[in-house]
């Protein structure tokens, strides 16, 4: 349930700031299989990963969290 949540939100800011897979896994550094896995939910992304994410659409990692409020 955490990945998929991560995915959903990574792929919508992804979308969001003219992203496709590819061109987000080259700007990252990994393969596009990776990036695919995270937004499918097959995959929680690592602590590493989630910060370039971050970095490179230029988001904070509470934006990104899928966390809600009354979770924490």
């Known amino acids: 349930m955490e990945a998929e ?3 959903r ?3 919508a800011f992804r979308k969001l700031k003219g ?3 590819q061109s987000f896994a080259n700007a990252l550094g ?3 299989a ?3 896995e995270i937004e499918r ?3 929680v992304p ?3 990963i989630i910060q370039q994410i971050t970095e490179k659409l230029n988001i904070s990692i509470e934006e ?3 966390l809600d409020k009354n979770e924490s």
Request: no cysteine; aromatic share 8%; proline share 4%.
């Open 5 to 7: 949540k991560w995915g």
């Open 9 to 11: 939100r990574i792929r």
């Open 19 to 21: 992203y496709t897979q």
């Open 30 to 32: 990994v393969s596009i």
């Open 34 to 36: 990776i990036i695919g």
């Open 41 to 43: 939910g097959n995959r």
């Open 46 to 48: 690592s602590k590493e």
């Open 64 to 66: 990104l969290s899928p």
